[in-house]
C-alpha cells in the first residue's frame, strides 16, 4: 500500500504560528511506518510554538531512533512521552507556561494507530468521515455523566467551559492519553485527517468531508483555502494534514 502524505497551514490573524507538524522521513517508513504528528500550542507566542514544536519534532526523532521490537502502539505511546519528558524539560529551564495539544497517526504494513492528546481530531474517511479520537476536553465528561444521570444533559451542553482542555503536553501529572487498544486495517482510499482546531472551528463536519471526499489528492490544501475563504475576523492558527491510501504499484 502507497501512502501519499499532503500538509498545509496558516496564521490566520495570529501574529505567531503555534501549530507544528511533523513527518517521518520515508526511508525509515518500510522498516518503522510512517508516522505524522500535528501539535497545537497553547499558552503564551513563544511557549505554544516552543510546545508545539518540541511535541512534533521530539515525536518525530524518537520514533525514528527506537528499535524496539514493541507493537506499533506502544512505539507511539513511547515517542510521545519523549516528547512529553523534553517539553517539562523545557519548561523548567525556560520558566514557560503553557503546553500543546498532539494528534499523531503511525501507519505499517497496511495497519494504522492513532495517538491523541487535548482538543485536536482524527478523522477517517471512509465512504463517510469518522472522528477516530476521543477529544479530551471537559464536554466529553460533562456529556458523558449526563448520559449517566449524574448531571443534567441541559446543565452538560451549556455549561460554558465545555472547551476547556482536561490534558495536554504538560500537564504535571500524566494523565492516560486516547489511543486504540489494537490497530486497524487501513483500505485502499482511505484518509487520515489530522485537524488543528483552527480548522474544525471554523469548517463543519459536512464541509470537511466534502472537501476530503475529492479525488484531487490536494485535500490540506483545499480545506485550508476553505478556511481562508471564510476570513473569520479572530482566525486561529490552523494546520491540516491529510494522509491518503492507495494501492502500491
Do not use: W
Request: with cysteine.
Amino acid at each position: 500500500m502507497k501512502i501519499n502524505i499532503n500538509t498545509k497551514q496558516g496564521k490566520g490573524s495570529r501574529s505567531v504560528q503555534q501549530d507544528t507538524y511533523g513527518i517521518s522521513r520515508k526511508y525509515v517508513g518500510r522498516e518503522k511506518g510512517i508516522l505524522a504528528v500535528l501539535s497545537d500550542g497553547m499558552g503564551g507566542m513563544q511557549a505554544g510554538e516552543t510546545f508545539s514544536r518540541i511535541a512534533a519534532e521530539e515525536m518525530v526523532n524518537a520514533f525514528e531512533l527506537d528499535d524496539s521490537r514493541e507493537d506499533m502502539t506502544v512505539r507511539l505511546q513511547n515517542a510521545y512521552r519523549a516528547a512529553r519528558n523534553k517539553a517539562l524539560e523545557a519548561a523548567e529551564k525556560q520558566q514557560l507556561e503553557g503546553g500543546a495539544t498532539v494528534v499523531a497517526v503511525l501507519v505499517h504494513k497496511g495497519m494504522c494507530t492513532f495517538l491523541s492528546v487535548g482538543d485536536s481530531r482524527i478523522y477517517l474517511y471512509r465512504g463517510g468521515l469518522i472522528q477516530l479520537n476521543r477529544e479530551q476536553v471537559l464536554g466529553t465528561e460533562l456529556d458523558e455523566k449526563a448520559a449517566f444521570g449524574l448531571t443534567l444533559k441541559r446543565e452538560a451542553k451549556y455549561n460554558r467551559y465545555r472547551d476547556s482542555v482536561t490534558n495536554h503536553l504538560t500537564m504535571p501529572e500524566e494523565l492516560p492519553v486516547d489511543c486504540p487498544e489494537r490497530p486497524f486495517s487501513l483500505l485502499p482510499g482511505d484518509r487520515l485527517v489530522l485537524l488543528s482546531d483552527g480548522v474544525f472551528r471554523t469548517l463543519n463536519d459536512e464541509e470537511i468531508e466534502r472537501i476530503v471526499a475529492d479525488p484531487e489528492d490536494k485535500r490540506a490544501k483545499a480545506l485550508i483555502d476553505a478556511v481562508n475563504k471564510r476570513a473569520m475576523p479572530d482566525q486561529d492558527n490552523y494546520s491540516a494534514v491529510v494522509l491518503s491510501a492507495r494501492k502500491g504499484e
